[in-house]
């Protein structure tokens, strides 16, 4: 079984200054990493994943996260936020290889961006 | 490609009544899968179905059923309708081919039980 932990539930921060949302993660299998995101009154979408390879993954808006597997961390940072990043962020796992395509999701992370 | 459909949009329902919700996946996928969004329990697992075969499932009491058609669009099935069904209900499909492991998620469906 797995099981995500997002350490912060609201993290508000000012235009252009870094943030970090935190992910944790336990399971008994390797997993893969995922983070989407949520804005008001829609669906999820994928932000960025790790699956395997170099462990510091970047999406096309400015986002990275890193897997770290001793820490079982998968952290994602971004240098300078904009008004529109506000959103909230799930962290999500699933095990690697296999059939099982369940994503197990942490309880989430509201961002706000403020000018 | 269009993305992920779900209807309807929203839904009000009584208890004790059932409900039906619709999803239809990219084209060319074949795998969805039916995630319940509560403010409480957050996001959570219900099923999945690839190639009209349910794969995996969460753990959700009998009410909660599904199935997928050959034209792999799903339908969710909600019996017996209590309060706490109140939820977001997201469906994601899945080419699960090669490595991919992404799962595109829809707008969701919005159920009120009264």
């Known amino acids: 079984a797995q099981s995500v932990t997002q350490l912060d539930s609201q993290v508000p921060v000012f235009e252009e200054a870094p943030v970090e949302l935190r992910c944790n993660y336990s399971?008994?299998?390797?997993?893969?990493l995922f983070w989407y995101v949520q804005y008001p009154n829609q669906g999820l979408q994928l932000l960025l994943k790790?699956?395997?390879?170099?462990?510091l993954v970047e999406s096309i808006n400015g986002f990275e996260a890193e897997f770290n597997k001793s820490q079982t961390s998968f952290h994602l940072r971004k240098p300078s936020v904009h008004i529109s990043d506000t959103a909230e962020y799930f962290c999500a796992v699933s095990p690697s290889g296999g059939s099982n395509y369940k994503l197990t999701f942490g309880k989430g992370t509201l961002l706000t961006v403020n000018p | 490609k269009a993305g992920v459909t779900q209807t309807p949009r929203y839904l009000i329902k009584t208890r004790g009544q059932q409900v039906t919700l619709s999803c239809s996946p990219i084209?060319?996928?074949?795998?969805v899968s039916w995630y319940q969004q509560t403010p409480g329990q957050g996001l959570q697992f219900l099923f999945e179905y690839f190639s009209e075969t349910q794969r995996n499932k969460g753990n959700f009491p009998g009410r909660f059923s599904g199935r997928q058609f050959s034209n792999s669009r799903s339908e969710m099935n909600v019996s017996t309708l209590e309060l706490g069904d109140s939820a977001l209900y997201l469906c994601a499909s899945s080419s699960r081919q090669g490595a991919s492991y992404e799962q595109y998620f829809g707008p969701g469906t919005r159920l009120t039980v009264t």
């Open positions: 790790y699956l395997s390879g170099s462990t």
């Open positions: 084209s060319g996928h074949r795998s």
């Open positions: 399971s008994s299998v390797s997993v893969y």
